[in-house]
């Protein structure tokens, strides 16, 4: 291997080379970041959604109930209390859903560029800029 000296004994290519190594190493830290932020997001997505949908049934199994006591004299109230919760836990999974999704493209698309940056220095060879 070649190296380029400049008066001072300043070895150029090795400085550039250890430059690009810090450069690929940030990126893979950064790209290993996203990557975890995603699976975590995703497992808290999971969490969330299960205790909303878990909450969703048993609100909808009280209101199954109470329909069947409703002809007996259960309170009118309650079946609309009920159908409120219902209605809120449907609002909240939309919501949680839409959040994941938003959060999930906003980290996609941090690491589409962290791979852009990738390429581009693979594609970047600093000597031939200098020659």
């Known amino acids: 291997m070649e190296h380029n000296y400049d008066s001072q004994g300043f070895d150029i290519e090795e400085f550039l080379e250890e430059s690009r190594n810090r450069q690929e190493e940030r990126l893979e830290k950064e790209l290993e970041r996203i990557d975890e932020q995603l699976d975590h997001r995703r497992e808290l997505f999971q969490d969330s959604l299960e205790e909303l949908e878990s909450k969703l049934e048993k609100s909808i199994d009280e209101l199954r109930e109470e329909y069947q006591r409703f002809f007996s004299g259960s309170s009118e109230e309650r ?40 390429e581009e220095l693979d594609d970047f060879d600093p000597l031939s800029e200098l020659l």
């Not at 999974?93 to 852009?116: G, P």
């Open 79 to 118: 079946v609309q209390n009920l159908k409120q919760d219902i209605e809120e836990f449907y609002r909240s999974i939309r919501e949680e859903r839409r959040s994941h999704w938003t959060d999930r493209q906003r980290l996609e698309q941090e690491r589409r560029e962290l791979l852009r940056e990738f």
